[in-house]
């Protein structure tokens, strides 16, 4: 299906041109442990399922997780929302049970130089620096009270170590 | 992570293969690093990094009160990204309409080189002598140290004017030492 969608060259959006540039990039030299679920894409390219897997040697090694990407009309100025969907959500002190992930280029350090493939391979790294899975302190709290868009949250981010 | 990336991935490609032409491959150095395009209407911040105009100006605009590099992060503004002009205007049909026109490249005079060549005070020297009466001891620095700054430049040789400057150049220079001598014994 995303082959037609790469064939398709009219009338896009900056967005869309964007976007079909990374995933064409994506598909041709998928960078480790990161591939684009291709039978996720909406028509538009405006949402993503990206499967990650945990790196070799570490503690998520061979686990297999699934990032969703939702894109507004304004990216790449704009960040994508990314969070992790589907039953299995790595337990990571960053990592909310319900998949919000508290990243700060997924929100005020966001640079539209990032693309998909490097917001992949940041949580990809945040999952391989991790020492011990646990869950964020304020889970239960914050599970029961937060935006269903975690772009919503105001993050606050003072944990520089994993 | 990239090393075990290659070994173990069956898609990954040998040095030669990448190494063959390709369109993407050889476009890569100029894309704009915002829409991964070639960019268009081209700026360069001092970082060194490439984008279009109207994509750096709208991510500026989407910041303005932290301006940074996307790439680096570095400290950039409307004023401290250069234009590249190439040679003629493969795009005739501009995409500025709402945008401001690129900034203009800043163009610096070449520096005086012959700052203190000449030194003299005959012929068709450069050397001024101004002097003024100020605070004493400041007063003095300041006026003998002025050479060449950006006053009309020397007379014609031998014309009128040249001697009648140097003749008060010369006024001037004893008046000075002479109020310095009276400086010194009063």
């Known amino acids: 299906m995303y082959l037609a969608l790469l064939t398709k060259k009219t009338k896009m959006t900056s967005m869309e041109k964007r976007l079909q540039k990374e995933l064409q990039a994506m598909t041709k030299d998928p960078p480790a442990g990161v591939s684009v679920n291709t039978n996720s894409l909406s028509s538009n390219l405006s949402e993503w399922v990206v499967d990650i897997e945990g790196a070799p040697g570490t503690l998520y090694e061979s686990e297999r997780f699934q990032l969703g990407f939702k894109f507004t009309s304004r990216y790449p100025f704009d960040s ?5 969907l589907g039953p299995n959500i790595p337990v990571h002190p960053h ?15 966001w640079s539209p130089a990032l693309s998909v493939q490097s917001v ?37 981010y003072h944990d520089n170590s994993v | 992570m990239n090393g075990e990336a290659s070994s173990s991935s069956p898609q990954s ?16 150095t100029y894309e704009c690093n915002i829409c991964l395009e070639t960019a268009n209407d081209p700026v360069v911040s001092m ?15 989407t910041r303005p009160h932290r301006q940074t590099c996307p790439v680096c992060k570095a400290g950039i503004s409307k004023d401290k990204v250069i234009p590249i002009y190439g040679r003629g205007n493969p795009n005739p049909q501009d995409p500025r309409e709402k945008l401001p026109p690129r900034p203009a490249g800043q163009r610096s005079e070449p520096e ?30 300041a006026s003998t140290l002025n050479f060449n700054d950006g006053r009309p430049g020397p007379p014609q040789p031998n014309s009128p004017q040249q001697a009648e400057e140097q003749f008060l ?17 009063a």
């Open chain 1, 80 to 84: 994508p929302q990314v969070m992790f």
């Open chain 1, 120 to 156: 992949c391979l940041s949580i990809v790294s945040m999952l391989s620096s991790c020492k011990e899975k646990k869950l964020p302190p304020d889970n239960a709290l914050y599970v029961r009270t937060c935006s269903k868009d975690p772009k919503k949250t105001r993050w606050w």
């Open chain 2, 47 to 61: 970082c060194g990094h490439l984008f279009c105009w109207p994509c750096v100006h709208q991510w500026l605009e």
């Open chain 1, 95 to 109: 990592i909310y049970s319900n998949g919000h992930i508290c990243l700060s280029i997924l929100t005020e350090d």
């Open chain 2, 112 to 141: 005086a080189t012959n700052l203190l060549h000449n030194f003299g005070f005959g012929g068709d020297s450069n050397f001024q002598f101004s002097f003024g009466i100020g605070a004493f001891p400041f007063g003095m620095f």
């Open chain 2, 169 to 185: 150049s010369k006024v001037f220079l004893w008046v000075a030492i002479i109020f310095i001598f009276w400086l010194l014994i």
């Open chain 2, 13 to 28: 490609q040998t040095e030669d293969d990448k190494k063959s032409p390709n369109d993407d491959d050889q476009h890569g």
